[in-house]
């Protein structure tokens, strides 16, 4: 269990916020070493929609961690349907957290809501944004004559649209054209043996 960075001091305080954004930020540093982070402490909603609008494109995802209630700032930008984590600080953003799950659930947005004592929960979540940046970078071949159900244009637009995957589509007429173009050359391991050439898949270097 990774418990709360402990609070000193109340939690509408600039000083405290300061203190305590220092806090978080080193709890989530120390236990995703290989992730990079950047963090604003945010009070108004016009300032969050700027910035949502402006980095979008630029971070993997985001984390909203709550602190105060009823701002109305996690309302924001659960609708603007990026990766997104929102948070609660226990007794705390509760209020604001509860009607930003409300919404979630109503409209079926797809962000994770995490409430708990365990500070490991929402670094475990923090972690899935590595995945998901993976997953966009993925593209999954499928080589079938003809239809099938995992090269429909439905199936392959809901890949995309959910994990950010692209599914190449070719037929085995194709598959065998990249492999007559492909110069086959002996290939040495480290050890001087040969490899067996029927183990791995050639694919031409200008790629498919």
């Not at 109340?10 to 000083?15: E, F, G, R, V, Y």
């Not at 924001?76 to 226990?90: G, M, S």
């Not at 590595?130 to 890949?159: H, Y």
Request: aromatic fraction near 8%.
């Amino acid at each position: 269990m990774i418990r709360r960075p402990p609070r000193s001091t109340p939690s509408n305080s600039s000083a405290a916020s300061d203190v305590y954004k220092r806090q978080v930020m080193g709890i989530l540093k120390r236990n995703l070493p290989n992730m990079e982070f950047s963090h604003q402490v945010i009070y108004e909603r016009e300032k969050v929609e700027k910035i949502v609008e402006e980095e979008k494109e630029i971070y993997d995802g985001y984390l909203v961690y709550t602190t105060s209630m009823w701002t109305g700032i996690p309302e924001i930008i659960v609708k603007k349907r990026v990766p997104l984590i929102v948070a609660d600080e226990l007794y705390s953003g509760s209020g604001g957290f509860l009607g930003t799950y409300s919404l979630v659930k109503k409209e079926n947005l797809p962000v994770v809501c995490i409430a708990s004592s365990n500070f490991k929960d929402i670094i475990d979540a923090v972690r899935l944004f590595s995945v998901i940046k993976k997953m966009k970078e993925t593209k999954i071949l499928v080589v079938a004559d003809g239809e099938s159900w995992v090269n429909r244009k439905e199936m392959v637009e809901n890949v995309k649209g959910i994990f950010g995957t692209d599914i190449v589509r070719i037929n085995s007429d194709e598959l065998k054209s990249y492999y007559e173009k492909t110069e086959i050359k002996d290939i040495k391991l480290n050890d001087g043996q040969s490899l067996n050439l029927g183990d791995i898949s050639l694919i031409p270097s200008g790629g498919m």
